[in-house]
């Protein structure tokens, strides 16, 4: 089973150009299932049975979530399609396991107040010039923090205002930069990173750490969380939410949907239509705050 699962992820890698994240959530989940089956005698791939499949959903769902179940789920779905349509399988045991519908959260924001206060945070000086940088990056241009992880110098245009980055399934996109960021792009990239990278003068990350590596998604998250704090943002927030804010904010001012979609490189116009709910769901806060008769 472990050699089919690396099969699988191989191709996933190279025939449909999942990233490094994507990929490092589906080996965690054919691991498990591969434990799973394991501590029941099973070894082969040929020998689950739907009935196998149904018993591993159950014994997850104690500890996750149904989102996470589901996706779980939709891995070992891709896992069994591939092996039948390679032969290694007869019949997909999965193929008649229906995916549960789940409810979709709308997407947690900022309001443009406590944008304005989380990104008066950062010091301008030192370190701090690279966090806001980092911070007007991910709510000017909307990236998600997989895309500003994986930035390099290259990818940057500054003399016209944009950045071309890598989305999921490989996919190019370029987006616009504000002029708050380009400002604080410049300042950071002529006065900090030449000193974060003088032992490593060969990185082309733009955002670094001290000893001029690479920062991290772990890294990205914990500044986030503690400018948050510091702004008093009591919301649970993450680097996603500057990403949900930029869509949401872009929307209320009256932005079409379809740029708002090219600009978030979301392949399904569904995806971006959430944030238009966000958005009623704040009209509907302030009928019933402000009408006489809610």
Known sequence: MRARSEEYLAHLKLERGLSPTTLASYAEDLRLFERFCRRRGIGTVSRVRPLVVREFLQWI???HSPATVARKLAC???FFRFLTAQGVVGENPTAFIETPRLWRRLPQTLSESE???FLEGPRIE???????????????????????????????????????CV?????????????????TLRRYLATVRPGLVRR???TQAVFVNRSGSGLTRQRI???VKRYATAAGVTKRIGPHTLRHSFATHLLTRGADLRTVQELLGHANIATTQRYTQVDRARLKAIHEQYHPRP
């Open 167 to 183: 989305g999921k399934g490989n996919k190019e996109r370029l987006v616009p930069l504000g002029q708050c960021a380009q400002a």
């Open 200 to 202: 490593r003068p060969q």
């Open 115 to 117: 944008v304005v206060r």
């Open 76 to 78: 070992l779905k891709g």
């Open 221 to 223: 998250w914990q500044l």
């Open 61 to 63: 769902r104690a500890d």
């Open 126 to 164: 030192g370190l701090g010039v690279r966090d806001l940088a980092l911070l007007e990056l991910l709510y000017g241009s909307g990236l998600r923090v997989s895309e500003a992880v994986s930035l390099e110098l290259g990818q940057l245009n500054l003399d016209v205002g944009f950045v071309r």
